[in-house]
């Protein structure tokens, strides 16, 4: 009699037979149209997550897992569970292993998945509802049980590596460690300095001494707060000193002041961390800290540089963009005289006053949008539905997109979502990346425009992708102000689009090659939001 194989030997444990095949077979024929429908929502609570969303590269291949999805739902309930079948489970699962999804995501994920199948017969079986749902619970208990033993062989080949590491010599390799701690103390490029419980100085690395200029033998011993410390006439850094010393607050990162020898003050990011109780004559307080004198200096230095060049630009842009209805009010003026003084026909002169007029309001418009861009509103924060921002711009857009023979599509997740923002703004944003790709899509007589919104673990990410010609040239400064692709645009939309999201703490990205133009928005989840969800 041959040798039962593992995958046998689990069929039999979980009871699992050719009834049980005929059933999901079966079962299939009901299930599979619905077999979209859950990998889309199976990947949106994916997004959800952090440590399980991370292990994805983007939502191309998040597209790709989720037709993977629906093929292994198939295969599932094909019908046929055989050793190759037993094959392409454990590939699966080395995958998982391969990219690093974490074992609780595979069994919860499971869980979903499990829940909607049953669902499914549920509602649709009848008398055979309750036996198909036994199938399904055994051979999906098959799935995760091959999988997990892919997880397992992993675990086991680290735990070999780990005592063939532990057989070499110890010695040895405890040497090569302190040198390279040493190593690593002395050259690092932060200062670093040890306390013991009373705060006086026992470790001073190189960098240490550069920034200060104390030599590392004038400081060992000495109080740090008295050998470099800065003014302390309340006593406060004394009492926070003292209570890191003691284990009792620990703050991960603090901003102070450190006196050098020359007695000048300089700007440094501290980092401190507690190694416990110590003897007194050991090092109980790690401080790791960063000069950032000069960074600071070389920040403020390029700000007023930066603001210098922006009113420059601004200015020659707003003069430049000023000039040209000046120029067309004047010359029509000037005909509107030349015709009053020789008593001309009056439609020319009408038409002449109503170019006049065009020029005139074209010049207040951009006037407008200047000041728009120059002096922001503060945003007025207040919960939003994503399905509502998006089909309201959407809307607004339709009957110009329509007009030019455009396709304007929304692509939305299976679930609402609420969040803050200043609505109106957002609109605005929206608004102008789908007229910009309505008419850049529309010169081509017609073409497709798709609003797609999604949530990820800590953002909500809405993209405007186009099948339009792109943009002439990626390196393009198209958010910078005055700048336009268009004839007669302003170049001023791009540039309040980047603002209004920048104010709201995200950021916006633009992905562009002939036949396709996609502007991102991401926008940050409040952590109220991220929890409620």
């Known amino acids: 009699m041959p040798q039962e194989t593992r995958f046998q030997e689990l069929k039999r444990y979980v009871r699992f037979d050719d009834r049980d095949a005929e059933l999901l077979l079966r079962f299939r024929e009901h299930a599979e149209p619905e077999f979209p429908r859950i990998a889309l929502e199976f990947y949106d609570r994916i997004r959800e997550h952090s440590a399980a969303h991370e292990v994805f590269t983007g939502e191309e291949q998040i597209l790709r897992l989720q037709r993977s999805l629906v093929a292994w739902l198939s295969r599932v309930c094909g019908g046929t569970y055989d050793e190759a079948y037993h094959e392409q489970t454990s590939q699966i699962g080395r995958v998982h292993v391969k990219i690093g999804l974490p074992q609780r995501y595979m069994l919860t994920a499971m869980a979903l998945i499990r829940v909607a199948l049953l669902r499914i ?30 997880y397992k062989d992993s675990f086991v080949e680290r735990i070999r590596a780990v005592e063939r590491q532990e057989r070499l010599d110890l010695g040895s390799a405890l040497a090569r460690a302190e040198h390279r701690y ?3 103390v002395e050259l690092a490029s932060v200062i670093i300095i040890g306390l013991d419980r009373r705060g006086a100085i026992l470790l001073f690395n190189r960098e240490a001494e550069r920034v200060t200029g104390f030599a590392r033998d004038e400081v060992l011993g000495r109080p740090f707060l008295t050998a470099m410390g800065p003014d302390d006439p309340d006593g406060q850094l004394s009492r926070r000193l003292d209570d890191a010393l003691a284990g009792r607050s620990q703050p991960e990162v603090s901003e102070g002041l450190l006196r050098t020898r020359a007695g000048k003050l300089r700007d440094v990011l501290w980092n401190f ?18 000069d950032l004198t000069e960074t600071r200096a070389m920040e403020e230095r390029t700000r007023q540089a930066e603001k210098l060049a922006a009113i420059g630009t601004l200015a020659a842009g707003l003069a430049h963009e000023i000039r040209n209805p000046l120029n067309g009010a004047q010359l029509h003026l000037s005909f509107l005289e030349r015709s009053i003084k020789k008593k001309a026909n009056e439609q ?51 009957t110009q997109a329509e007009n030019l023979g455009v396709d304007l599509t929304c692509n939305l997740p299976s679930a609402d979502l ?57 390196e393009a400064p198209i958010f910078d102000a005055f700048f336009s692709t268009k004839e007669g645009g302003t170049g001023l939309g791009l540039a309040i689009t980047h603002r209004i999201v920048t104010d709201h703490g995200g950021s916006i990205d633009v992905f562009s090659k002939t036949g396709k133009t996609t502007f991102r928005v991401t926008l940050p989840l409040a952590e109220t939001t991220e929890k409620s969800q």
Request: one cysteine or more.
């Open 121 to 150: 017969a549920d509602r649709d079986l009848g008398a055979e509802a309750a036996p198909t749902r036994e199938a399904l619970i055994r051979v999906l208990d098959l799935e995760l049980a091959v999988m997990l033993e892919t």
């Open 182 to 184: 040493v190593n690593a």
């Open 273 to 290: 961390g507690y190694a416990g109780e110590q003897q007194e004559d050991e090092i109980v307080l790690f401080a790791i800290g960063r």
């Open 348 to 398: 020319d002169m009408l038409e002449a006053t109503r170019v006049v007029a065009d020029e005139i309001t074209r010049l207040a418009h951009l006037v407008t949008e200047f000041l728009d861009f120059a002096r922001p509103k503060p945003l007025q924060l207040r919960p939003v539905s994503l399905f509502k921002l998006c089909e309201h711009a959407r809307s607004l857009v339709l």
């Open 418 to 474: 609420e969040f803050e923002a200043d609505q109106a703004k957002l609109t605005q944003v929206l608004l102008n990346l789908l007229q910009n790709a309505v008419e850049a899509t529309g010169v081509g007589g017609g073409g497709s425009v798709v609003l797609r919104a999604r949530r990820g673990p800590r953002h909500v990410l809405i993209d405007v992708e186009d099948d339009g010609p792109g943009l002439p040239s990626p």
